[in-house]
């Protein structure tokens, strides 16, 4: 834990863009859990929650789009978290890729959410 202060306090000091980085996918990773809880519709009995093997989409329960907000904690804490140890371990390079992969995987999530729930 010590190892962790001391990392969190080289990121604000020296490496701001990784800082900016890593609030921006906490707050894309807020935007993206906020808008699936909006677009989740427990009314609706069977919905649209995936891809098909053939390019249609899967029917299924509302609850499967629980799905959503739960990677849209890991991509905020969790990933946060991650890019502080690789720092630790690899350096600012290595964290900086991490943190635009992550952001990346976040905007993809968007995409799928919101194509799912346009075509339910």
Same mark, same amino acid.
């Given at each position: ?66 799905? @959503?907000? %739960? +990677?849209?904690?890991?991509?905020? /804490?969790?990933?946060? #978290? =991650? ?7 690899? &350096?600012?390079?290595?964290?900086? @890729?991490? %943190? +635009?992969?992550?952001?990346?995987? /976040?905007?993809?999530? #968007? =995409? ?7 075509? &339910?």
């Amino acid at each position: 834990m010590k190892d962790f202060k001391v990392d969190i306090k080289k990121i604000y000091q020296n490496e701001r863009i990784m800082l900016m980085m890593m609030i921006l996918n906490l707050l894309a990773s807020v935007a993206l859990m906020v808008y699936s809880f909006i677009k989740i519709n427990p009314a609706s009995s069977v919905i649209k929650v995936g891809y098909g093997d053939i390019g249609g989409y899967r029917d299924g329960s509302w609850t499967d789009l629980i799905a @959503f907000p %739960l +990677i849209a904690i890991l991509f905020g /804490i969790l990933h946060n #978290f =991650i890019a502080v140890r690789i720092f630790h371990k690899r &350096g600012a390079g290595m964290t900086k @890729f991490f %943190l +635009i992969t992550t952001s990346v995987l /976040i905007v993809g999530a #968007f =995409i799928v959410l919101s194509r799912l729930v346009q075509e &339910g």
